[in-house]
């Protein structure tokens, strides 16, 4: 069965530092791969996915995250930390077969930002 | 609506009873999705509408659990004898395709069994 690995359950960053938050998959074939944030009290929010393509995906707030598919990986990057990003942040996959119906998410990754 | 409405936000229920829990989607969405998330894990998927057809529902944990969307808009999802392991937040999520690809979220409705 696929499964999402977020091996990070707290991660602390300086305001203005950069980011990484990992993700790592397991599954039979390439899923579709998501990214989602969950402020305080919100809906979970779309940052972006990776369907096909370009390895390197663009999103919402600055935020990129790149698929290596040999190292079954999609991680969520920003070169600089707001404030405002202190969140928790999902991965997902979808898997194709599906039509990515049903996601499985990994357990999060609560970021914290200090000034 | 401007988004995914869930309503109560909050409910307490005493073991045994029975509850129900609203989501009103984004207008004209086709896709409606219903998500489990226990304290301190990801969503966990419980089921899957499109239109009113109710595609997939194996994620839901036992016959206690269903859900409906009679007319393709509004869903409820019905918890019957309710247990402790059922406190949770319960997500939904609409998606204007046929699919996953971007779903809109709910704040949820947080669910506490005594």
């Known amino acids: 069965a696929q499964s999402v690995t977020q091996p990070d359950i707290h991660i602390t960053v300086s305001e203005g530092a950069s980011l990484e938050l990992r993700c790592n998959y397991s599954?039979?074939?390439?899923?579709?791969l998501f990214w989602y944030v969950q402020s305080p009290g919100q809906g979970l929010q779309l940052l972006l996915k990776y369907f096909s393509g370009d390895t390197l995906v663009q999103g919402i707030k600055g935020f990129e995250a790149e698929f290596k598919r040999s190292q079954s990986s999609f991680n969520l990057r920003k070169p600089s930390v707001h404030w405002s990003d202190a969140a928790e942040y999902f991965c997902?996959?979808?898997?194709?077969?599906?039509?990515?119906?049903?996601?499985?998410f990994g357990t999060g990754t609560r970021l914290l930002v200090s000034p | 609506g401007a988004g995914v409405s869930q309503s109560p936000r909050y409910k307490v229920a005493k073991r045994g009873q029975d509850v129900a829990l609203r989501c009103d989607p984004i207008?004209?969405?086709?896709?409606l999705f219903w998500y489990q998330q226990a304290l301190g894990q990801g969503p966990e998927f419980l089921t899957y509408?499109?239109?009113?057809?109710?595609?997939?529902k194996s994620g839901l944990p036992s016959d206690r659990f269903f859900a409906e969307r009679p007319e393709g808009s509004v869903s409820t999802l019905k918890i019957q004898r309710t247990q402790q392991e059922d406190s949770a937040v319960y997500l939904c999520?609409?998606?204007?395709?046929?699919?996953?690809?971007?779903?809109?979220f709910g704040s949820g409705t947080q669910l506490s069994v005594l």
């Open positions: 207008s004209g969405h086709v896709s």
């Open positions: 599954y039979g074939a390439t899923p579709y």
């Open positions: 999520a609409s998606s204007l395709a046929r699919s996953g690809e971007k779903l809109f």
């Open positions: 997902a996959v979808g898997p194709r077969n599906t039509g990515f119906q049903k996601l499985v």
């Open positions: 509408f499109q239109n009113e057809a109710q595609l997939d």
